[in-house]
């Protein structure tokens, strides 16, 4: 079993930037290197929205619209951690951001929608004041 833990949510301005990190821990088999990873977020009253991926190399990444050049994934596997970079936030971005984990044995794969991941975090609160 793993446990992923977010931080770095907070109120921010709209223009302004934050970084989200994702540190995963647990049982020895349970390091972030093992699983391909992804954020989401989910605002009041919406569903929950992929925002983006990163394969377990750290070599594939992907994308929604919605954050596409705005948003930056990356991961330091030596630290057991994923990192969401959020440039230009604006107040639609405003929700609960998660990261997920999904235990893989390909080093490029990279999983798009929820029901594909295994592990979440408990969330953390983003919100982008107008």
């Known amino acids: 079993q793993v446990q992923l833990v977010e931080s770095g949510g907070g109120l921010v301005q709209a223009g302004g930037s934050l970084r989200l990190s994702c540190a995963a821990s647990?049982?020895?088999?349970?390091?972030?290197?093992?699983?391909?990873m992804g954020w989401f977020r989910q605002a009041p009253g919406k569903e929950r929205e992929f925002l983006a991926a990163?394969?377990?190399?750290?070599?594939?990444?992907y994308y929604a619209g919605s954050v596409k050049g705005r948003f930056t994934i990356s991961r330091d596997n030596a630290k057991n951690t994923v990192y969401l970079q959020m440039n230009s936030l604006k107040p639609e971005d405003t929700a609960v951001y998660y990261c997920a984990g999904k235990l893989t044995v390909y080093r490029s794969r990279i999983a798009y929608t929820d029901n594909e991941y295994d592990y979440w975090g408990q969330g953390t609160q983003v919100t982008v004041s107008s």
């Open positions: 647990g049982r020895t088999f349970s390091t972030v290197s093992t699983y391909a």
């Open positions: 990163i394969s377990k190399s750290g070599d594939s990444t």
